[in-house]
Antibody, heavy 118, light 110 residues
């Protein structure tokens, strides 16, 4: 069955950096587009970033553009997001999600909590 | 990248039907048939319920249906059951490899 397991969350000070990972299994990772979506405490879902199956196409929400970098290692079936210059408002649960087609998120990980606080 | 507009709350009694709206613009919902709906129970990851406006993934009850008219998409839950109580989010492709979500609707089964 499809499994997406995020890791790397934690507490970081404003201005700091963190790298999240998402280990994928149970589907053809190297053939699937992948996304990061976040959810601030008590708030709604916010799309953050997308990477096409080959890694050659990436896109970002305006709120994270220039600070976050999405990447993938198809040999390791792993998705990443490097988060730099973190702000208090980046505090959220971060989910990875697989999108085989049609801009839908078929499966989601359990999420990893990032807290940006001094 | 403005969020899609959903009502904050909706409610219905068991067995009734409820419809949740999701309003976007001619640059997202109005321009693409890539509207999806997600169900999220407390402290759980979202679950895909509807994709491409009206397609139900395998395993989703046929009580859930989706539609679209112009810049507004809708999710209808028929024959409400207690387990349908959850937050529901719409999303749409918004061009340039981006996606936009709605603010979410809390569905209460009375």
């Amino acid at each position: 069955q499809v499994q997406l397991v995020e890791s790397g969350g934690g507490v970081v000070q404003p201005g700091g950096s963190l790298r999240l990972s998402c280990a994928a299994s149970g589907f053809s990772f190297s053939a699937s587009g992948m996304h990061w979506v976040r959810q601030a405490p008590g708030k709604g879902l916010e799309w953050m970033a997308f990477i096409r199956y080959h890694g050659g196409t990436k896109s970002y929400a305006d709120s994270v553009k220039g600070r976050f970098t999405i990447s993938r290692d198809n040999s390791r079936n792993t998705l990443y997001v490097q988060m730099d210059t973190l702000r208090v408002e980046d505090t959220a649960v971060y989910y990875c999600a697989v999108s085989p087609s049609a801009w839908r998120f078929d499966y989601w990980g359990q999420g990893t909590l990032v807290t940006v606080s001094s | 990248q403005s969020a899609l507009t959903q009502p904050p709350s909706a409610s219905g009694s068991p067995g009734q039907s409820v419809t949740i709206s999701c309003t976007g613009t001619s640059s997202d919902i109005g321009d693409y048939n890539y509207v999806s709906w997600y169900q999220q129970h407390p402290a759980k990851a979202p679950k895909l319920m509807i994709s491409e406006v009206s397609k139900r993934p395998s395993g989703v009850p046929d009580r859930f249906s989706g539609s679209k008219s112009g810049n507004t998409a809708s999710l209808t839950v028929s024959g409400l059951q207690a387990e349908d109580e959850a937050d529901y989010y719409c999303s749409s492709y918004a061009g340039s490899n981006s996606v936009v979500f709605g603010g979410g609707t809390k569905l209460t089964v009375l």
